[in-house]
């Protein structure tokens, strides 16, 4: 599948009469691209140290965010700290107890860097370093916790988000069976052009 395969799928049952049971609105998505996170001294004084953080991804997407450290302590003080890229991917810059994280996600995948003790950068021997941007200390790709990572992200495959686009009205038969809100779905690319009809499959 490729991006413009997005779109509204119906589901129906071939009868006497076709009976629709389903429509589905399939989302197709590229697995975000990697994040870099930098931190860079930008002043000091006597009772606080001012940080810039710089969060950004290899297609020119970035946020730029403060941090104010006082006695060891740091906390976001301005700047952007989120925003939604054009492919539609959320970029994220946060800070819990002293360790600043830059995340880049959507609904299928996910890149993260996270530098830890960030105070560090405003030990009195970082005065002298001042424009000098310091690296991040380790990184994690992952997917989403809704998604099965055992066989991870394949480099031939395409994947989608599908959502039920409207619940159809039901026969008594089926009333029982209620389907879930959102279904997430991995699919391979075929070698031949096929017809693809989407099949709901429950989280669990």
Sequence with gaps: MQQADSGLYSAKIERDEDELVGEYNVTVQDPVSPVE????FASNSSDSCILTVTCCTRVSDHINSILRCVNSTCSLNGGEMSKVTASGASLKVYLVDGT????HSNEVSSSIKVMEEVQQFCQTDAVGNVGKIKSCKHTVD???QDINP????????THAVVSFHT???QSA????TVPPETV???VYRAAK???WTPTPTTNT
Excluded: F, H, N, W
């Design 173 to 176: 038969e089926t009333q029982d």
């Design 150 to 157: 055992v066989q991870g992200l394949s480099p031939t495959a």
């Design 142 to 144: 992952d997917v989403p």
């Design 193 to 195: 052009d096929k017809v």
């Design 184 to 186: 997430y779905a991995q």
């Design 37 to 40: 996170l930098t931190v860079e």
């Design 167 to 169: 619940r159809p009205v």
């Design 100 to 103: 600043i994280t830059c995340s």
